[in-house]
């Protein structure tokens, strides 16, 4: 058999080497693994990588200390007092809620048996798929003064007024309403992993259900409740429609109307540095909230989890429980724009839904495809020139998550715009033609927002992949004469293509939703289905976008139900 021996099923011809040569040459790979030197470019790539992610951190603090009029004492005087308190009002009744809503599900979900509760474990994780600007844009449309609820209770003549949705309570009830699924995956996978020897224990020293929930498995879930409190809190702070919409004044917000309303670039900077000191305080407080608590199983031994099967009034109660969140969250937003779709068919078609359709996948498959490479270079380097820079630095790079967008966007205007001038100034002076704005006037700046924003998410993927790849095969490739790059190009690509699927389809996703830098920063009659959306709910005829917010829905259920399913059957020995 040759190396070019086209049979199908056959690996690459050098990882076919590869795997033969890892018998046969143990001591020459030993050698080679004591003695390696890694090429400096790797580091290089690293701190490139670091450096464009570190850029909107670092404009936003340098325009916020040296602005062209330092308006601090204004800000601190009207616009940050009402806006911060709303803020931390904001992320705390999230918070609460979600904690709540997502702890409880999850335990029930996991611990008790009864009629449903695998298909309410799937519906529970559904909402995840809806922007939080849809589902704000769906209950304005039903609870306002105006809206079909009202007017059926002024019908009815009760004389009973809802609540006013648009308000920060309905803020607080939209958002947990969307959000809770990041808390119930994260206890529902602490919950799946946790010893059932413990809760036994716990049981057979006399404590209830109840108690042995409050005492033992509440606690050992608390460094995944924090992770999930703290993507919950990101969201919250990072979030731009659904507040306007209803209109709530955060950070995010202010910062929007300073720069675009207010054409205040300076005073914008400095509402996004208040916000970076509250993305590094829900940091600290996450750490804060693990404790260094790090809970481990004394046993190797593994089985099933002794479900409780539920009985009489308990059976109806936790049904309800469970349904609850999914309705509120998924259900009646869904049915809501289903209806409009089908009754506005026609404007919706001809209100750009095509062109926005098609600018948003080709925006998000771009930025799916950088952010996945960036991915794997950053990830790879960190393999083969592990050091005191790059490991730092590689956890750095994952930071862009926590930046929010509006924050981000900010961060990047400034330089690129600068770029585009000095890059047009040359070509006047040089070539006596000018070449316009190349990248910030153009979708590559969306794309470099969205890469630097979810890299976290494919830096996740594929360093999870190149986790389960064996060193050996790094120094077998080595010994066989490759340099690293032909060997990741050779050997590590094909074994990394389900990772680096997994990573374009999450980053892909996450594009199709994201508001603040794709509005900040889109080109001039630049459409994608969330600015479509939002575009039509700022003129209150939202029901004209309903099948763009379809669409986006439609294409977040496909990770979230993959992602649940990797929760659902990841208890260990299972």
């Not at 409880?104 to 611990?111: C, E, L, N």
């Not at 790059?390 to 930071?399: F, I, N």
């Amino acid at each position: 058999m040759t190396a070019a021996d086209p049979r199908p099923g056959r690996p690459p011809p050098l990882l076919h080497d590869v795997l033969a040569s890892l018998g046969s040459i143990p001591g020459r790979v030993s050698v080679w693994r004591g003695k390696r030197r890694a090429s400096p470019v790797w580091t290089v790539a690293v701190a490139l990588a670091t450096a464009i992610i570190a850029l909107p951190i670092v404009t936003i603090i340098v325009l916020a200390l040296s602005p062209a009029e330092n308006i601090w004492p204004h800000l601190f005087r009207t616009v940050l007092p009402r806006s911060l308190a709303n803020t931390l009002l904001l992320m705390l009744g999230v918070g609460l809620v979600t904690i709540v809503v997502g702890t409880g599900t999850a335990w029930i979900v996991t611990m008790y048996r009864f009629p449903g509760r695998g298909v309410l474990d799937r519906l529970l994780v559904i909402p995840l798929a809806m922007p939080t600007y849809v589902v704000a844009y769906c209950y304005a449309d039903l609870l306002d003064l105006a809206g079909p609820v009202q007017a059926w209770l002024r019908a009815l003549g009760s004389g009973y007024r809802l609540p006013e949705i648009r308000s920060l309570g309905g803020a607080v009830l939209v958002l947990s309403a969307v959000l809770y699924p990041y808390v119930y995956l994260t206890a529902r996978a602490s919950f799946v992993q946790q010893s059932v020897c413990a809760l036994e224990v716990a049981r057979t020293l006399g404590r209830t259900p109840l108690g042995a929930f409050t005492s033992v498995a509440l606690p050992m879930a608390r460094p995944a409740l924090a992770a999930g409190v703290a993507l919950v809190l990101m969201e919250c702070l990072n979030d731009l429609g659904a507040v306007q919409h209803l209109g709530v004044e955060t950070l995010t917000r202010s910062a929007y109307d300073t720069w675009l309303t207010r054409s205040n670039i300076g005073g914008a900077a400095q509402i996004a540095v208040v916000m970076l000191v509250f993305v590094a305080a829900v940091f600290g407080l996450e750490q804060l909230a693990r404790g260094g608590a790090q809970y481990h199983h004394t046993t190797g031994r593994y089985r099933s989890i002794p479900f409780s099967d539920l009985e009489g009034w308990r059976v109806p109660v936790a049904i309800a429980i469970c349904v609850l969140p999914f309705v509120a969250g998924f259900a009646l937003p869904a049915l809501l724009l289903v209806r409009h779709a089908a009754v506005h068919l026609d404007d919706a078609l001809a209100a750009g839904f095509w062109r926005a359709a098609g600018n948003s996948v080709l925006l998000s498959v771009t930025a799916g495809l950088s952010t996945a490479v960036l991915a794997v270079i950053i990830a790879y380097a960190r393999r083969v020139a592990g050091n005191g820079f790059t490991r730092p630095a590689v956890r750095l790079a994952g930071l862009g998550y926590a930046i929010p967008g509006t924050v981000l966007a900010i961060g990047l205007m400034i330089p690129i715009a600068a770029l585009d001038n000095r890059i047009d100034a040359w070509a006047r002076a040089t070539l006596g033609v000018s070449t316009g704005l190349l990248f910030s006037g153009t979708i590559l700046i969306v794309v470099l927002a969205c890469s630097i924003r979810f890299l976290a998410v494919a830096l996740g993927s594929v360093e999870a992949g190149l986790a389960r790849i064996s060193p050996n095969l790094d120094a077998a490739a080595r010994t066989l004469g490759e340099s690293p790059l032909s060997a990741l190009k050779r050997v590590h690509v094909p074994l990394l293509m389900p990772a680096l699927g997994a990573a374009c389809l999450l980053v892909f996703v996450d594009c199709m939703k994201e508001l603040p830098a794709t509005l900040l920063l889109r080109p001039f009659n630049f459409e994608t289905l969330a600015t479509h959306v939002y575009a039509y709910a700022a003129l209150e005829q939202f029901e004209r976008s309903a099948l763009g917010a379809l669409a986006i829905v439609a294409v977040g259920l496909i990770p979230v139900l993959a992602l649940h399913k990797a929760v659902a059957t990841g208890r260990a020995g299972s």
